[in-house]
């Protein structure tokens, strides 16, 4: 993974950017339907430049890909350095896709500062996207942090229930509370690669050259898992996720049950970086007693819930579980299950929320009491619901059994008492999801349903199909997916398997090997960049000082 | 000890700026006598001037690399005293032109407040200058007369007297104290000039002199415990100087701590470091607290001034190289982001004449611009990337980690969060709440420019700050040899995992 490979166009940039230059387009403008148009314009434009990245994306291939690279703060070692790799691609597409059917869903359903509304959607994507193709850790979490400052003003001033200011200014707190404690695992890493060299460097691939102590990793392990837990949320660091989930937009809900930042974290940096930690048998032993609580109890207790947006908190808790799960089975078949299903989830349980929106906008809540008998009144809502409701519980064909099925075959690779009680986790969700639907969709008409019901308008039905065909593509057939994740992983794998020392000897072979095939390596536009600045020695000439 | 007071013309050269102000502000003395009908803004517009030439003719210096000392040592101008004279210029500039308006509402003595704003900042930059102690005590108090009457320039106001009154007392009081741990140390070492203390050996007396020496100082910056006046002072105050208050002369303050602890008790640095982490957690941590409950704008801008000291002291706990440029840097971000703050607040309590936190309710709907802007410098001030403020912090952390200053560096990180409170709390009223009267608010000139100056300042230096942290790391180079950083042992890491 320590490849590099750049496109001649900064197509990245433009990806991270143009979201933000829409925001402030939107400002000059004063006419509410001009604005809606643009900022569709504007996030259709990005998800256009999303799906060329996808196409022009490498697949099976570990290499970071697009990069880009500028000093930004040398004396420290920060750089402006994006790239995506096969961990990062399918989110920057996710996240696209998203803002996209947000921006859809809340066409009529925003009234109130429709302008700000959507500048805050468009300056949330940029902050998003800045998470997935930051490869420096300065400049990941300066986009970590600023994805706070939109998130906290959607819930704010767009949240839905009574407790929202409670909600937005928990969800910020304690997100910043984990987040500076990963910023200290940041500046230890950054601080061990100055041992090494005598310089400072917060470049990924730069700390992926220098081992770091085995007896140090568990330290800056635990530092970097607390802002990640903190943000994914892990149980029981859960806490602030029902308020901000149920007090906050729909918009702001499927965003944060959707783009699944902090497990991506782990993926991305501690794997990675601190192999020896991570498949240190304690650590392994605690993330998966937590992942499996929150399977189990976050089943449990959504089969109790009355009101439908809770019910989706708390299974997204389970489902999020089942990410961890995977991610620390520590074998080949969970990581891909894991980053299969953060994507899944994304289309899953977001695609929940936008239905738990719709018909909020029509009863004015998601209670249990006000539903009943909808079949009849919205068939559309009926059907769609009942398929992406399938996917969530990982029905046969549907992208959430191929996530599932792998991240179970991991866990029982890993030991057969986590696959055990993973299993249950899938019965109490078709329990809880089959049995709340049998409520509020079929049987009498409850008594507080009013008689004008309408059913789907074009636009929602729009957002619901577009779901389902990616539910269906990834279910029935994932391998572009999976080719686009597998070399990514691969070479996470690698690492942890062999830890840090024997990984970083290794990919000196391999890069030294590719500067002798390089005519070979021209893939399509893309170039190795100089393969020697990639073994950059301790002797860099940029000036950074110590 | 005989003073060569001979001086060549090569020696005033470096005395130019200084010169040149003191020119400069009898001339608007002189105007503002002379031309009785004359229009105070022109006067404020004439100061302005002469203190952006004083900055131009300054950064030119810095260019040139004009440097060296006068006086046998008492006065030095090396890349410490040029930053911390700019710094102390630059916020000069932005106050004068903030008070404009304020300065209307004053019944008589318009004049004259430009000329004691003036009067302060040659003081101050002397004291950037200050390489001893004797030019220590005067330049201090030098600086200090001008604020004691700026303080009480209200004269019709209670509260702006009493301020007057508790800042004077606190400060002739600070002013004692140094005297006499001046004294002690010149009776322990039987020298005045910091460097020529380097040698001296300890000894109970030279310690309990410098540690007068630090509380009179401490006091000038606003460290917990020496922090009682400020409160009260910033609160009564007229505004814009509390503006200044609240950063020129910690800034000239932390150019003496500085080159006193880097210099003169180099020897000493495993002492001293303790002092310093002490007093950095009570600051944080007794500023964000209490900041918590204000009710009053400038109260809770004076107590979050009192944590982000704390945040600076981290850099002088440190005592390296890297410490210094954190410091440096960090006060450059906190110029810009705090006066921007005060200048939001001027602009809000000229039109509104109040300054409860309750009356920013609405602020968004009423003015637009100001409510953008006291967020974008409320974030920098609680360190939200990619904003200045985050860019200090993350740089004087680092120099913390580097030395291993653990606690220091937990404290400090907990302490964003609870400032991340009570900042929100504020943005919460501007953007949320419903205002009490909605009538739109308009921003004067002068005072725009000052708030687009700190706009500027705050996003440059977060999203570009390459050449400043060049600045500062090149304007501390004198002391690379203080210690050697100890980050290349290995051992850092290991003896942090173990305990």
Redesign the interface.
Same mark, same amino acid.
């Given at each position: 993974m320590l490849e590099e490979l750049e496109f001649g166009f900064p197509i990245l940039s433009i990806l991270l950017f143009l979201p933000l230059l829409g925001a402030i387009g939107l400002w000059t403008l004063r006419d509410t339907d001009l604005i809606k148009k643009t900022a569709l314009g504007v996030a259709l434009f990005e998800l256009a430049l999303a799906v060329l990245l996808l196409l022009r994306f490498i697949p099976e291939s570990a290499a970071m890909q697009f990069s880009e690279r500028l000093?930004?703060?040398?004396?420290?070692g920060i750089s402006y350095h994006l790239a995506v790799d096969g961990i990062s691609i399918l989110f920057v597409g996710l996240s696209a896709f998203i803002t996209v059917l947000i921006i859809l869903y809340s066409w009529d359903t925003v009234q109130d500062r429709a302008k700000a509304y959507f500048m805050s959607i468009l300056a949330l994507e940029t902050t998003i996207m800045g998470i997935f193709v930051s490869i420096d850790l300065?400049l990941f979490?300066?986009?970590w942090? &600023?994805m706070? =400052?939109p998130s906290?003003?959607l819930i704010? %001033?767009w949240g839905v229930g009574e407790e929202k200011?409670y909600a937005a200014?928990k969800y910020?707190?304690y997100t910043? &509370?984990g987040s =500076?404690?990963m910023?200290?695992g940041f500046? %230890?890493l950054?601080?061990?690669y100055?041992?090494?060299t005598?310089m400072?460097s917060f470049d990924l691939l730069d700390l992926l050259k220098v081992p770091v102590?085995v007896?140090?990793q568990? %330290?800056i392990f635990w530092f970097i898992f607390m802002g990640l837990a903190f943000k994914a949320p892990v149980f029981p660091f859960h806490t602030w996720l029902p308020d901000a989930l149920v007090q906050g937009p729909i918009g702001m809900s499927v965003v944060l049950a959707g783009v699944k930042l902090g497990t991506y974290g782990f993926l991305r940096f501690s794997f990675p970086l601190l192999p020896e930690a991570s498949t240190n048998a304690t650590v392994v032993v605690i993330v998966m007693s937590l992942a499996l609580a929150a399977i189990v109890w976050g089943a449990i207790i959504a089969i109790m819930q009355p009101d439908f947006r809770r019910l989706l908190v708390f299974s997204s808790i389970s489902h999020l579980g089942f990410v961890v799960l995977g991610l620390f089975a520590l074998n080949f078949q969970g990581l891909q299950g894991s980053l299969l299903q953060m994507i899944n989830l994304g289309f899953t349980t977001a695609g929940l929320f936008f239905l738990a929106g719709f018909l909020y906008d029509r009863l004015g809540n998601t209670l249990l009491d006000n539903c009943g008998g909808i079949a009849s009144k919205m068939p559309l809502l009926a059907t769609f619901f009942l398929i992406i409701g399938m996917a969530s519980i990982g029905l046969p064909g549907t992208n959430g059994f191929i996530g599932e099925f792998l991240i179970l075959l991991g866990a029982f690779q890993a030991h057969w008492v986590y696959g055990a009680v993973a299993v249950s986790g899938v019965i109490f969700a078709a329990a809880y999801f089959l049995w709340y639907y049998e409520r509020a969709i079929f049987g009498p008409i409850g008594e507080h349903v009013p008689q004008a019901l309408k059913d789907l308008t074009q636009r929602e039905t729009i957002i619901a199909v577009s779901l389902c065909v990616m539910i269906f593509w990834i279910g029935l057939y994932p391998s572009p997916f999976l080719r686009m994740v597998n070399g990514s992983v691969q070479a996470v794998m690698d690492r942890l398997d062999h830890g840090s020392i024997a990984s970083i000897e290794q990919d000196r072979m391999l890069l030294s090997h590719a500067v002798a095939l390089e005519p070979e390596g021209q893939d399509r536009a893309m170039a190795i960049r100089n393969p020697q600045s990639a073994i950059r020695a301790p002797l860099n000439p940029e000036g950074r000082?110590? | 000890m005989t003073f060569d007071l001979t001086l060549s013309g090569s020696d005033l050269l470096l005395l130019a700026p200084e010169i040149f102000l003191t020119i400069w502000l009898c001339v608007v003395l002189a105007v503002d006598f002379t031309f009785k009908q004359i229009d105070h803004e022109n006067l404020a517009y004439l100061s302005v001037g002469g203190v952006i030439a004083t900055l131009i003719n300054l950064i030119w210096f810095d260019y040139t690399g004009v440097q060296g000392a006068l006086f046998k040592d008492m006065f030095v101008l090396d890349g410490v005293a040029i930053f911390f004279k700019i710094l102390v210029l630059i916020s000069t500039a932005l106050v004068l032109l903030a008070s404009i308006d304020y300065v209307k509402s004053f019944k008589f003595f318009k004049g004259e407040y430009y000329f004691l704003v003036m009067m302060s900042a040659l003081g101050m930059m002397f004291m950037a200058s200050a390489q001893d102690l004797l030019s220590v005590f005067v330049t201090l108090e030098f600086s200090t007369f001008g604020f004691y009457v700026l303080v009480a320039y209200l004269r019709e106001d209670q509260k702006s007297s009493e301020a007057g009154l508790k800042f004077f007392i606190l400060g002739v009081f600070a002013a004692g104290l140094l005297a006499y741990g001046i004294s002690l140390v010149y009776g322990e070492t039987g020298t005045l000039v910091f460097s020529e203390m380097a040698s001296a050996p300890g000894s109970i007396g030279l310690a309990i002199g410098f540690i007068m020496i630090f509380a009179a100082l401490g006091f000038k910056i606003g460290a917990v415990p020496f922090h009682s006046w400020i409160p009260d002072t910033y609160q009564g105050a007229p505004t814009p100087v509390t503006a200044f208050l609240s950063i020129a002369p910690k800034g000239a303050a932390l150019a003496i701590l500085i080159r006193m602890f880097y210099v003169a008790l180099a020897t000493f640095k495993p002492t001293w470091v303790l002092l310093f982490v002490v007093a950095s957690i009570l600051s944080m941590t007794y500023g964000n607290i209490v900041a918590i409950a204000q009710k009053n704008i400038k109260r809770l801008l004076a107590y979050s001034g009192i944590a982000q000291i704390g945040n600076v002291m981290i850099g002088l706990a440190a005592g390296t190289k890297r410490g210094s440029?954190a410091i440096l840097f960090y006060l450059l971000t906190y110029l810009f982001a705090n006066l921007g703050a005060f200048a939001v607040v001027i602009g809000v309590s000229n039109l509104i004449k109040s300054d409860e936190i309750e009356d920013y309710n609405g602020l968004n709907r009423r003015s637009p611009f100001l409510a953008a802007a006291m967020l974008l410098f409320l974030?920098s001030l609680a360190g939200?990337?990619?904003l200045a403020g985050?860019?200090g912090k993350?740089?004087i952390?680092?120099a913390a980690?580097?030395q291993e200053l653990y606690t220091l560096?937990i404290v400090g990180?907990?302490n964003?969060?609870i400032s991340?409170?009570y900042y929100?709390v504020v943005v919460?009223k501007m953007?949320?709440n419903e205002p009490h009267d909605p009538t739109p608010l308009s921003v004067s000139t002068p005072l725009k420019t000052v708030i687009f100056v700190g706009i500027a300042g705050t996003l440059l230096l977060g999203i570009?700050?390459?050449p400043f942290?060049?600045w500062a790391?090149d304007a501390t180079l004198m002391f690379s040899n203080i210690t050697a950083?100890t980050?290349?042992?290995?051992a850092?890491?290991?003896s942090?995992?173990?305990g």
């Open positions: 000093n930004w703060i040398p004396a420290l300065i979490f300066v986009f942090e &600023l706070l =400052v906290y003003f704010k %001033l200011h200014l910020v707190l910043l &509370l =500076v404690f910023l200290v500046a %230890l950054s601080l061990n100055h041992d090494v005598n400072y102590p007896s140090d568990l %330290l000082t110590e | 440029d974030l939200v990337p990619p985050f860019i993350l740089y952390f680092v980690i580097e560096l990180l907990i964003i969060v991340m409170y929100l919460k953007y949320i570009y700050p390459k942290i060049d790391v950083p980050a290349s042992d290995p850092i890491l290991t942090l995992a173990g």
